[in-house]
């Protein structure tokens, strides 16, 4: 620059040579800095990354669900959760192999893409064989239609891939306003339960939590049974 200019032509001629050097090294240390922050940047997305599926991984569902959580307080808005399961998938993985076992799991998380229709959707891996999708702003109503959509697919698929017949998935679905003093393990906790009952009510199916969560729909919706 000009200021640099002029401090230099103030300078003894015999320090010039060592101010540039200076100045240099600088620079180097500030587009150092600026590779630095942008290589912590890619290291932190890819720790949130789970690499088999191409989803979330679970710490980056619940950084995610610790953002939406504490937004959905703000704007007293819905919240509603998926959480997926391969159905008896120990059984599954150990009759047809690991690499089986993978490509299932691989066609759960293609499913659950395919039908995220906003950018604030998240679909994630939440451990295992157990997957979670996260819906801002979703009425449990509108989380059910999302979750035989992604049952629907994953059966299309598996037929077309020519899966191993068992591939099937289970889902519990539930959805609430989140109040203060409440916390996301409600959320959680309910979605679980609600799953554990489908699986308990003959696997391959969706079933939703019966709890009355403020803006949810207070009553269970009917069973959906996959074709």
């Given at each position: 620059s000009s200021d640099l200019r002029a401090a230099r032509a103030r300078?003894?001629?015999?320090?010039?040579?060592?101010a540039r050097?200076?100045?240099?090294?600088?620079?180097?240390?500030s587009q150092r800095e600026r590779e630095l922050i942008a290589s912590n940047d890619?290291?932190?997305?890819m720790a949130s990354i789970d690499v088999l599926s191409g989803l979330a991984n679970r710490r980056g569902f619940q950084s995610r669900l610790d953002f939406e959580w504490m937004r959905a307080q703000q704007y007293g808005s819905e919240?509603?959760?998926?959480?997926?399961?391969?159905?008896e998938f120990k059984v599954y993985n150990d009759?047809?192999?690991?690499?089986?076992?993978?490509?299932?799991?691989?066609?759960?998380?293609?499913?659950?893409l395919a039908n995220m229709r906003r950018g604030t959707d998240?679909?994630?891996r939440y451990g295992g064989d157990e997957f979670a999708v996260l819906l801002p702003g979703?009425?449990?109503?509108?989380?059910?239609?999302?979750?035989?959509?992604?049952?629907?697919?994953?059966?299309?698929?598996?037929?077309?891939?020519?899966?191993?017949?068992?591939?099937?998935?289970?889902i519990g679905g539930a959805c609430l306003v989140p109040e203060r003093g409440v916390v996301h393990t409600a959320l959680l906790t309910a979605a679980d339960e609600a799953l554990?009952?489908?699986?308990?009510?003959?696997?391959?199916r969706t079933e939703l939590a019966d709890t009355a969560f403020k803006g949810s729909q207070d009553t269970r919706q009917p069973l959906t049974q996959a074709a």
């Open positions: 300078l003894p001629s015999e320090f010039v040579p060592l050097a200076f100045n240099a090294m600088a620079a180097q240390l890619r290291l932190t997305v919240l509603a959760l998926l959480m997926i399961d391969a159905d009759s047809h192999g690991h690499q089986a076992g993978d490509a299932l799991l691989k066609v759960i998380g293609e499913a659950m998240l679909a994630a979703t009425t449990l109503e509108g989380a059910a239609k999302i979750a035989d959509q992604i049952r629907e697919h994953f059966n299309r698929v598996c037929r077309e891939k020519h899966l191993e017949a068992g591939a099937k998935i289970s554990y009952r489908a699986k308990d009510g003959g696997r391959n």
